[in-house]
Nanobody, 130 residues
């Protein structure tokens, strides 16, 4: 079992920055790929970014490329999402999720598929004002 707790959300003006954190507890954090997803009111959940188990590979949705950066610190069991140049359309609840990579399955071709993730956090609200 892995428990995930997000933090760092808040209200920010357009053009500003926020850094989200996701702290994991449980075993073998470094065997999980980690993803960030978001859901705006009345909309479906969207993938945002993901990072593989050792941080060597990162993946981004087109809408956030060049503005968001995902990273992880396996010594601290934490994954981060640095969000710069925020836009009003980035307003959403942001969730982190963990996906087991111990079976050697390919991560890069399906990182965006939320249904393949095993554990989810409770979410943190990000609101971007104009």
């Amino acid at each position: 079992q892995v428990q995930l707790v997000e933090s760092g959300g808040g209200l920010v003006q357009a053009g500003g920055s926020l850094r989200l954190s996701c702290a994991a507890s449980g075993r073998a954090f470094n065997m999980y790929g980690m993803g960030w997803f978001r859901q705006a009111p009345g909309k479906e959940r969207d993938s945002v970014a993901a990072i593989n188990w050792n941080g060597a590979n990162t993946y981004y949705a087109d809408s956030v490329k060049g503005r968001f950066t995902i990273s992880r610190d396996n010594a601290k069991n934490t994954v981060y999402l640095q969000m710069n140049s925020l836009k009003t359309e980035d307003t959403a609840v942001y969730y982190c999720a963990a996906r087991w990579q111990g079976d050697g399955s390919s991560y890069g071709t399906s990182w965006y598929d939320g249904f393949r993730y095993d554990f989810w956090g409770q979410g943190t609200q990000v609101a971007v004002s104009s």
